[in-house]
């Protein structure tokens, strides 16, 4: 699969700007996801041997391989059930505001082949909670898909900081019940202000509220508790991971994803001259550094996604050595294919099983 997508796919794609290339994929994908009986057969070949390979468990969740789908390529839950067709443990859509919101104006994504690497500044474009709350309804809920669904939510661009709270709760208010798990992402550099969350003056008003309300949401019985998980920045400083940890540990969230896009530009991109988050194979050493202070700083009792940098299974393999439970991809598959979930999930599973 992966020799017509570099000789035939990848070149027609990448003639074409970044975006209208992910909205034709989301619009194939989409169509994978509504025919069934397709999906269950590439699952069958995608999927680890059940035989040979046990799920792996987080946060009370059951995940049938390492490797997930990051939020951003599925803003709108309309690809999700396509994932495990392509080989993914998992899918984290969004991110979803509260209020519906264009984005930041076109072009607002750049490639960087020679380095594997994105630049985006794509502003939570999305149509906002209420409508994706709606498509979800509408196929099967919690406990009931082929992997499990997380719903990243971030900030109305609309709203100020004082008011991100509520505005949380509100997006919290409409998808708790139709997601696996929760992600608060207060780390995107493209909303202005948004990383300010991240501060221990605002961030522990946050997540605690969203977890006094997830401890009082009504639940069908026999149902646990929904897990509730933060996304933070490659660009904290380690006291400020420190404070973030503290506040994680204070209000019982079930875990971390570590990192988000970066600021930085390393190397060849110290004159590449567009504003917003670097990802790809030069946020990988941050990335994998972060997770390992994590893992370390909190015993290995917080369950990590580690995402950043994630090319292939060598750099999926240093997140889990440095502690991550689950790695999340997206630039990754860019500039990997379709099925590079596929690829990677067996390389991992044979390296777990060799070690």
């Known amino acids: 699969m992966g020799i017509p997508y570099e000789k035939w796919w990848k070149p027609a794609l990448f003639?074409?700007?970044?975006?209208?290339?992910?909205?034709?994929?989301?619009?194939?994908?989409?169509?994978?996801g509504a025919a069934t009986p397709l999906c269950r057969a590439m699952e069958a070949w995608t999927r680890l041997p059940r035989s040979r390979f046990r799920p792996i468990e987080a946060f009370g969740l059951k995940f049938p391989n390492a490797v997930g789908l990051a939020a951003g390529f599925d803003k709108n839950a309309q690809v999700w059930r396509a994932a495990a067709a392509l080989g993914f443990g998992h899918v984290e859509i969004g991110t979803v505001t509260a209020l519906a919101q264009p984005g930041n104006p076109r072009p607002r994504v750049f490639r960087y082949p020679a380095e594997r690497a994105l630049i985006n500044r794509m502003g939570f474009n999305n149509e906002g909670a209420a409508a994706v709350a709606a498509r979800l309804a509408r196929r099967a809920g919690p406990g009931r898909r082929?992997?499990?669904?997380?719903?990243?939510?971030?900030?109305?661009?609309?709203?100020?900081?004082?008011?991100?709270?509520?505005?949380?709760?509100?997006?919290?208010?409409q998808l708790a019940g139709w997601a696996d798990y929760l992600v608060?992402?207060?780390?995107?550099?493209?909303?202005?202000?948004?990383?300010?969350?991240?501060?221990?003056?605002?961030?522990?008003?946050l997540v605690g509220a969203l977890a006094a309300r997830n401890r009082a949401r009504q639940r069908p019985p026999g149902m646990a508790q929904l897990p509730l998980l933060l996304k933070i920045a490659p660009d904290l400083e380690y006291r400020q991971i420190d404070a973030v940890l503290q506040a994680i540990s204070d209000h019982g969230l079930d875990g971390i994803v570590a990192t988000n896009t970066t600021l930085a530009r390393p190397?060849?991109?110290?004159?590449?001259?567009?504003?917003?988050?670097?990802?790809?194979?030069?946020?990988?050493?941050?990335?994998?550094?972060?997770?390992?202070?994590?893992?370390?700083?909190?015993?290995?009792?917080?369950?990590?996604?580690?995402?950043?940098?994630?090319?292939?299974?060598?750099?999926?393999g240093e997140k889990l050595d440095a502690g991550a439970t689950l790695?999340?991809?997206?630039?990754?598959?860019?500039?990997?294919?379709?099925?590079?979930?596929?690829?990677?999930?067996?390389?991992?599973?044979?390296?777990q099983r060799i070690k």
């Open 15 to 32: 003639r074409l700007e970044p975006e209208k290339a992910h909205d034709l994929a989301v619009a194939a994908l989409s169509m994978l």
């Open 146 to 173: 082929r992997i499990p669904l997380g719903v990243n939510l971030g900030k109305s661009r609309a709203v100020d900081l004082d008011g991100a709270v509520q505005d949380y709760l509100a997006s919290y208010d």
């Open 184 to 205: 608060l992402n207060v780390s995107s550099p493209n909303t202005p202000g948004l990383r300010q969350l991240q501060d221990r003056e605002r961030l522990p008003a």
């Open 267 to 316: 190397g060849a991109f110290a004159g590449a001259g567009q504003a917003g988050g670097l990802s790809g194979a030069p946020l990988r050493r941050r990335s994998t550094e972060i997770v390992g202070y994590i893992h370390r700083a909190t015993l290995g009792r917080l369950p990590i996604i580690g995402s950043g940098g994630v090319t292939d299974s060598a750099s999926a």
């Open 327 to 351: 790695v999340q991809v997206y630039t990754g598959m860019i500039y990997g294919g379709p099925f590079f979930a596929r690829d990677m999930a067996h390389a991992l599973g044979e390296r």
